[in-house]
């Protein structure tokens, strides 16, 4: 872990060279994005005269790292730190105007920093406060753009597989995954109904962008206008993306994060599990192309800022379950108590409302149990601002009959209609979700109820692009 005056320090220069690049250059963007940060290849600027706004691909795959990882020939930020710093730096601006302009600093900082110990958490932390929801947007973007650009994601990962959909690559575990061998093997895919039931939602933005302008026209509210974005439309005193955000929660090997990404959407996702976020960074850099529509955040989420543990199955590792309360031992006992499982991880919980705050398209959470938490940290996001679509998992077999008819009810007393089977219903009526209202399927489709559309109306609507 890094002492908090260097991951401050790294931060600083993070959002410092986001800036220095956003003064040098318009971004480029794709045709049906927003604006992001556009990394340089720093280290090979420096020796073949590369322009900014070129990125690194490859389908090879990186080594066995935490949230990033490091290359032999790299040193520690804290022996880096000793070696290139002053003695005593009293701030990130001092420091700064010490060693020159945030290009020439990140050329020599990037090779010398300890990926493996830089983590989303410690730089979402650290920015707490000093920057908005877009600017830690584009520092997640940028820690991936890093990443990659010291060729992170090169280095050799063991346990796992590149696999290809069209023009897209994956990585996977090579086995002892469920959703792995399911990519990699003769069905290749997961949960299409799910998939297309995420696709439809996307393709309701025209719609739903219109009843936000409707509901905001003469709102003098500040709470819920949103960042503007290139690419963005005027509609209703609002500025409105001209992409819909969907926000993956518990993204896993990225599966849903990549469908969305290549439909045109962009992508907030949240994942915890160490060995998954290396995975993901990897698919990151090597589809440089959907790349700039995703932002990963390398953290859990939950309803109080705390550290869990995750354990998962030896037939299904990538699959963690938080355990939240008590010490190591007693995680230990909760894995035992559950045959094939083991303490796989530490997970940092942090609230999705102090990480977001504008219009969500489609929210999907698929946390294992712990789906009511992560709405609990998501109040201000779902009182403030329109999250249209819920995708959320209701396994009974995992959390029980009970708390599934609960998770109905807690999601219905947000304002959504509840269906078992599809955001197009049929959903739950009052009287059943006064009695027996049951999650009769591992998903259950969410929509407020304002966007809730007539049996006249399904049709499939034209693509937002």
């Not at 720093?42 to 949230?67: C, K, W």
């Not at 701030?91 to 302009?101: D, H, K, P, R, V």
């Not at 869990?308 to 190591?328: E, K, M, P």
Request: aromatic fraction near 8%; charge should be negative; include cysteine.
């Amino acid at each position: 872990m890094l002492p908090a005056h260097v991951a401050g320090i790294l931060t600083a220069l993070l959002l410092t060279f986001a800036a220095f690049l956003a003064y040098l250059s318009v971004p480029q963007t794709c045709t049906d994005t927003a604006r992001y940060i556009h990394a340089t290849i720093l280290q090979d600027r420096a020796t073949s005269g590369q322009t900014p706004g070129n990125t690194v691909g490859s389908s090879s795959i990186g080594s066995n790292s935490s949230d990033s990882t490091v290359s032999s020939s790299t040193i520690s930020v804290a022996a880096a730190k000793q070696a290139a710093l002053p003695a005593e730096v009293p701030t990130a601006a001092e420091e700064l105007s010490t060693f020159g302009s945030p290009a020439t600093l990140l050329q020599h900082l990037l090779p010398l920093t300890n990926f493996s110990n830089l983590t989303s958490v410690q730089l979402l932390d650290d920015a707490a406060g000093k920057i908005n929801h877009d600017g830690l947007w584009q520092l997640m973007q940028l820690h991936n753009k890093l990443f990659c650009s010291a060729k992170m994601h090169l280095k050799p990962l063991n346990g796992t597989v590149g696999v290809s959909f069209g023009n897209v690559t994956m990585y996977v575990y090579d086995g002892h995954d469920i959703v792995s061998d399911h990519l990699k093997g003769q069905a290749h895919t997961w949960e299409g109904g799910e998939i297309q039931e995420m696709l439809w939602a996307l393709r309701q933005y025209p719609y739903t962008r219109q009843l936000a302008a409707s509901s905001s026209a003469g709102s003098s509210s500040s709470s819920s206008v949103v960042v503007a974005r290139q690419g963005s439309t005027q509609a209703g005193g609002l500025q409105q993306p001209a992409v819909p955000l969907m926000v993956d929660v518990g993204a896993n090997l990225g599966w849903f994060m990549l469908n969305a990404a290549a439909a045109g959407a962009r992508v907030a996702a949240f994942e915890a599990m160490t060995s998954n976020i290396a995975l993901l960074r990897r698919s990151l850099c090597t589809n440089t192309w959907l790349e700039e529509r995703i932002a990963l955040y390398g953290t859990g989420l939950g309803a109080t800022p705390s550290a869990c543990y995750l354990i998962s199955g030896t037939d299904n590792r990538g699959d963690g379950l938080a355990v939240c309360a008590g010490t190591q031992e007693e995680a230990l006992r909760n894995a035992s108590n559950r045959p094939g499982y083991e303490v796989r991880d530490m997970m940092a919980v942090r609230r999705l409302d102090t990480l977001l705050a504008e219009d969500v398209q489609v929210l999907k959470i698929d946390v294992e149990g712990f789906e009511t938490e992560v709405l609990k940290g998501a109040e201000q996001l779902l009182t403030k601002h329109n999250v249209w679509y819920i995708m959320a998992e209701c396994n009974v077999g995992l959390i029980g009959v009970q708390a599934g008819k609960t998770f109905i009810r807690f999601l219905a007393g947000l304002g959504y209609a509840v269906s078992p089977h599809s955001f197009k219903g049929p959903f739950f009526s009052k009287a059943e979700l006064q009695g027996p209202a049951n999650c009769t399927t591992n998903t259950l489709y969410s929509v407020k109820q304002e966007a809730v559309l007539p049996p006249t109306s399904m049709h499939p609507r034209q693509l937002f692009k």
